[in-house]
């Protein structure tokens, strides 16, 4: 466990979708700082895998349903106040053209990727900024700054998060010391990947001047600085790690 700098020693954290991929790195990165984890996913099983891992409480949840957000918020706070959301859950959606989109692929993607974050961040605000004190850090996308050829939904999503970031940011600055942040991955080796179709994956990587995909861990490693509390005077950002790909 760290104590020194960026100590989350004691703090509350949940993290949606943390069964696996960048969620479960996250998970692992709060909880080696010292965090009392919250592992959220819709697979209990294993969510459960990773909270008895990092000695971490698993929470069934599905993300846009308002009573799952209710039950997963009372059972954390049985490990006391919530300090830290992490909004990690999302999905990709259909890879195709807008054209060959129907309206309703379209809302289940911002349904996950968007309205769910909104949900959480408003159900834990009140409390936060009663507090006077919180860290919500939303995994946005690289695809949201600059739009992925056949993820539409997905790009929009990511980049109404980033705005809606900014937007929530600017409306608690000065009222305690509570930041909102968004982090904007470029491709990261998870299983996310695994429902993309090969040719989508390697348009994303030749964008990027590293030449590689990220690892859930260097995503990780962003998300416990902007979740520690010397993080203090960052707040609407949005930290790309995209090895070179957007540098604005």
């Known amino acids: 466990m760290q104590q020194g700098n960026f100590s989350l020693k004691d703090r509350v954290a949940l993290v949606t979708g943390g069964a696996q991929g960048i969620g479960a790195a996250i998970c692992r990165r709060l909880a080696s700082a010292g965090a009392k984890v919250v592992v959220c996913d819709r697979n209990l099983p294993q969510a459960q895998e990773v909270a008895l891992e990092i000695g971490g409480l698993a929470v069934q949840a599905d993300v846009v349903e308002e009573a799952d957000i209710i039950k997963a918020l009372s059972l954390a706070a049985l ?16 890879s195709a053209a807008t054209w060959e989109l129907d309206r309703a692929e379209f809302e289940r993607v911002l349904q996950v990727n968007l309205v769910a974050p909104f949900q959480w ?34 790009s929009a999503s990511k980049a109404g998060l980033i705005a809606l970031t900014k937007s929530m940011a ?9 930041t909102i942040n968004s982090v904007s ?11 993309l179709p090969q040719s989508t994956v390697d348009y994303m990587v030749g964008k990027i001047p590293m030449g590689r995909v990220g690892r859930p861990e260097e995503v990780a490693a962003v998300v416990h600085f ?5 993080a203090s005077f960052t707040t609407g950002q949005c930290y790309d790690i995209s090895g070179g790909r957007a540098t604005y």
């Open 185 to 195: 991955p470029a491709v990261i080796a998870t299983p996310i990947l695994e429902g």
């Open 121 to 154: 961040c408003r159900a834990v605000l009140p409390g936060m900024l009663q507090r006077k004190y919180g860290r919500i850090v939303n995994i946005a996308s690289i695809a949201g700054k600059e739009g992925n050829p056949m993820l539409g939904p997905y």
């Open 170 to 178: 600017k409306e608690v600055a000065g009222k305690g010391d509570v």
């Open 226 to 230: 902007l979740a520690s509390s010397e």
């Open 79 to 94: 490990l006391g106040p919530l300090d830290i959301l992490v909004n990690n859950a999302g999905i990709t959606g259909k």
